[in-house]
């Protein structure tokens, strides 16, 4: 995928945050696999609104130092996941910590 195609990628997500959302991400950055099967990641920065701060208090039962958490819930499932990221410098207290 060439950079012009994640840029666009990138863009598109901006706006629809935008649309969507009221604020979008400061920026965003689009990796993609070489090898088969191709993944798609974009990950937006700093595009949290009202309700996704109130829901980052479940990063607290965690324990910190959390660099970030994903949330989703399949609409007709209602199954959830959360995904918890730590940063690799973090990763000696998370090893100890739990």
């Not at 798609?40 to 829901?55: E, K, P, Q, Y």
């Amino acid at each position: 995928m060439s950079r012009e195609q994640r840029a666009a990628i990138g863009e598109a997500i901006v706006r629809l945050e935008r649309q969507f959302y009221g604020r979008g991400p400061s920026s965003v950055r689009v990796s993609v696999t070489e090898e088969t099967p191709v993944s798609i990641v974009a990950l937006s920065v700093d595009s949290l609104t009202a309700a996704d701060r109130t829901l980052s208090e479940l990063v607290d039962i965690v324990q910190e130092p959390v660099t970030a958490y994903l949330a989703q819930i399949h609409a007709l499932t209602g199954y959830g996941i959360r995904v918890f990221l730590f940063d690799e410098g973090d990763q000696t207290e998370i090893e100890s910590g739990l």
